[in-house]
C-alpha cells in the first residue's frame, strides 16, 4: 500500500511540473514564486519539461520499479542526467540573454 500511494505522490508531482512547463512555453506563463528571477520563460519551461521527464525516468524506473533494481540501472542514470540537465537550462533562463546588435548610429548629420 505505501507502495503506490509513493508512485501516485510521484506520479502527480512530476505532472504537475510537466504542466507548469507546457504552460511555461507556450504562454510564457511562470508561478508565482519564480517570477522575478526567471528572464525567459519559454527557456525555462523547456527546461521544467526536461526535468520532469528526467524525474519521472529516474523514480518510476529506478526506486520505485516493482521490478529487480539491477536490470534497470542505466535508465535511471540517464533519467538523472536529464533531470540536471533540465535544471542547468532553468538556471540559464534566469540569465539575461544576449543582447540584440543593432546598427551603429551616424554621428555626423546628413545635410
Given at each position: 500500500?505505501?507502495?503506490?500511494?509513493?508512485?501516485?505522490?510521484?506520479v502527480?508531482?512530476?505532472?504537475?511540473?510537466?504542466?507548469?512547463?507546457?504552460?511555461?512555453v507556450?504562454?510564457?506563463?511562470?508561478?508565482?514564486?519564480?517570477?522575478?528571477?526567471?528572464l525567459?520563460?519559454?527557456?525555462?519551461?523547456?527546461?521544467?519539461?526536461?526535468?520532469?521527464?528526467?524525474?519521472?525516468?529516474?523514480?518510476?524506473?529506478?526506486?520505485?520499479?516493482?521490478?529487480?533494481p539491477a536490470?534497470?540501472?542505466?535508465?535511471?542514470?540517464?533519467?538523472?542526467?536529464?533531470?540536471?540537465?533540465?535544471?542547468?537550462?532553468?538556471?540559464?533562463?534566469?540569465?539575461?540573454?544576449?543582447?540584440?546588435?543593432?546598427?551603429?548610429?551616424?554621428?555626423?548629420?546628413?545635410?
Open positions: 500500500m505505501l507502495h503506490w500511494s509513493l508512485v501516485v505522490t510521484a502527480v508531482c512530476v505532472t504537475v511540473m510537466a504542466v507548469v512547463g507546457v504552460s511555461a507556450t504562454r510564457e506563463w511562470v508561478p508565482p514564486f519564480g517570477r522575478r528571477r526567471v525567459r520563460p519559454r527557456l525555462w519551461g523547456v527546461g521544467a519539461l526536461m526535468s520532469a521527464l528526467g524525474l519521472s525516468l529516474f523514480m518510476l524506473l529506478g526506486p520505485l520499479a516493482s521490478g529487480d536490470v534497470n540501472f542505466y535508465v535511471p542514470l540517464a533519467g538523472m542526467a536529464v533531470n540536471f540537465a533540465g535544471l542547468g537550462v532553468q538556471m540559464l533562463a534566469q540569465r539575461p540573454g544576449l543582447a540584440p546588435r543593432q546598427p551603429p548610429t551616424p554621428t555626423t548629420g546628413v545635410s
